[in-house]
């Protein structure tokens, strides 16, 4: 695809961004220029917020906060990326991460901002439909006043040039239109090294190991080949490599120019997350020495405790057998809690193993549901086992497949309600050359707008949080993870106060085989 002018390719990319871009007279503080996407963030005009300023966009409370930075990087006393609450015309506040730099246009100083909103990611779908519409809108009206279009390119041009991420553009076959100062300076390459050069062969993303990502898994080609906006987190592992041959992990944003239906192109947007992936790294390295800390007197509390119920102290009467009881169910309630948190850990530092043997996937799920017996009793609840005759030994490590049901099981008895139905299953797919494990219950279900959290760590859906405060919200990530990382898979259906239907497929191949130093409690 052949864009018609360097202008069009601007002004595009100007409003394609999913980040807002808003230009400020350092004089003034009143904003000079504003794209799309601020606008939407914001909720005003690009005519309503060209009356507008800094003092407009931010909580009265924070404004002297907000007014001392904007002091600081109009002195260029610092810059770079401040996390910041921003107000939207109907009052109502968000976080964003703005990252701001100086530019001189006209003789002029003007501080750009770039705004991420933090606070709620799931509009990028939305917002590709508006980059759609922007995008057929720049066409229609290449036939403005030449005068008018050049001395827009040549503000949108200046703006692009001084975003503070790395930002690329492609045509729809991945070849490089447009890098800004920022990308060559991440990359170590300059413009005319990359300009014309295919972004798949050029351009090398590994993972943590080293090792190249697969073509059909980089973003740019997941957005190309669905038509929609496709972004990384700081938990992805990718990394890219510079001229010098040197490494950096990386969050992106793909977004695909649409027109017609069809992608014509990509925007690129990326930032070094190196710092993010420290400090995650310092914060599970402490949440996992601390929790090494707390087993020991946790172990003490339960030991001594379970002497003092068992008579060894003396007998105890009936109250206070009543106040040990509960000091014995609080503690290992902090028991499991550590557990789950030194398996975080484990998991996010890469250190937990995965040792896979001949293993009775029947006896496994047996022993788990003798495990839930009591609770399953004492609510009454109508519980169905069925097990296929004909399921194989497959090699599998039984400790994490024994976490992975009773994971799913003990949260199916805890959130169905007396007298409710819990059904479990295993059986061959032939198909998928898997064992089917499937769980269903009919209790309170998942919100259909929460379901998409489902496996995120410590995420509890509201309407269970306020039936059981004792979760950790921890389960389904552990879970989650070893499946991912044992080349299983899990997913699941749910209807709120139908029930939920968990589905783990477990490759008659087996589990992989992880190196590691620990097992998972």
């Given at each position: ?5 360097s ?7 100007f409003?394609t ?10 004089e ?5 220029i504003?794209?799309?996407t ?6 005003y ?17 924070d404004?002297?906060y ?13 810059g ?30 003007y501080?750009i ?13 939305k ?15 290449l ?5 008018k279009?050049?001395?827009?390119r040549a ?6 040039m001084?975003?503070?991420?790395g ?8 070849n490089i239109?447009l890098?800004n100062?920022?990308?060559e ?12 050069k295919?972004?798949f ?19 740019m ?6 038509g929609?906006?496709?972004?990384t987190?700081?938990?992805?592992a ?18 695909p120019i ?10 690129e947007?990326?930032?070094d997350i190196?710092?993010?992936k ?9 949440v ?8 020991t ?34 503690n ?14 484990r998991i996010e ?16 799920a047996q ?6 017996k009591?609770?399953?009793e004492?609510?009454?609840?109508t ?12 090699q ?10 009773q ?5 199916a ?18 198909k998928k050359k898997a064992?089917?494990?499937?769980i269903?219950d ?17 995420f509890?859906?509201?309407?269970v ?6 979760g950790t ?8 993870a070893?499946m991912?990382q ?25 589990m ?10």
């Open positions: 695809m052949k864009f018609q002018s202008e069009a390719l601007y002004k595009i990319i409003n961004i999913n980040d807002g871009i808003l230009l400020t007279d350092l003034t503080q009143k904003f000079y504003s794209n799309k601020i606008c939407k963030m914001l909720g005009s690009p005519k309503e917020l060209k009356n507008l300023g800094v003092a407009d966009i931010h909580p009265k409370k404004l002297p907000v007014m001392n930075m904007f002091k600081k990087q109009a002195r260029r006393e610092i770079g990326t401040k996390s910041l609450p921003v107000k939207r015309k109907d009052g109502s506040i968000f976080y964003a991460d703005i990252n701001t730099s100086i530019i001189t246009l006209d003789r002029k100083n501080l901002g770039i705004f991420r909103d933090v606070t709620d990611r799931e509009q990028m779908e917002d590709l439909e508006n980059a759609s519409i922007a995008a057929q809108n720049v066409f229609e009206d036939s403005t006043e030449k005068s279009v050049e001395m827009a503000k949108e041009e200046a703006i692009l001084s975003i503070g991420d930002l690329i553009a492609t045509d729809e076959k991945g239109m890098i100062k920022t990308a300076k991440l990359l170590g390459k300059k413009k005319e090294e990359i300009i014309g295919n972004f062969e050029d351009i090398i993303i590994k993972n943590e190991k080293g090792a190249p990502i697969p073509l059909e898994k980089r973003p080609s997941m957005a190309l080949a669905t929609t906006t496709t972004t987190t700081t938990g992805t990718y990394y890219y490599k510079q001229k010098d041959k040197t490494m950096f992990p990386v969050a992106i944003t793909v977004t649409i027109l017609d239906g069809k992608a014509i192109g990509t925007i947007i990326f930032r190196t710092r993010e420290e400090i995650d790294k310092v914060k599970t390295e402490f996992s020495l601390a929790s090494h800390q707390l087993r007197p946790l172990s003490t509390v339960s030991w001594y405790t379970e002497m003092l119920l068992a008579g060894d102290a003396g007998k105890l009467n009936k109250g206070q057998k009543k106040y040990l009881d509960e000091v014995y169910h609080g290992q309630r902090m028991v499991e809690l550590v557990n789950s948190l030194l398996d975080v850990s530092l890469g250190t937990f193993l995965i040792d896979p043997k001949p293993t009775n996937v029947v006896k496994i022993s788990v549901i003798n495990e839930q009591l609770q399953i004492q609510k009454k609840i519980f169905s086992p069925t097990f296929e005759t004909n399921i194989p030994p497959i599998a490590d039984p400790k994490l497949l024994h976490i992975v049901m994971n799913i099981l003990s949260n008895v805890k959130y169905t309600p007396e007298k409710g139905k819990i059904g479990l299953s295993l059986v061959l797919d032939n064992v089917l494990l499937k269903s009919t209790g309170y279900g998942i919100p259909k707008d929460q379901q998409d959290k489902i496996f995120n760590k410590l509890r859906a509201n309407n949080r306020e039936k059981d405060a004792e919200g921890l389960g389904l990530y552990i879970v989650k070893i991912d044992s080349g299983g898979s899990i997913w699941f259906s749910s209807k709120i106060n139908k029930g939920t239907t968990f589905y783990v497929t477990l490759p008659l191949t087996g992989k085989k992880k190196e590691g130093i620990k097992m998972l409690e």
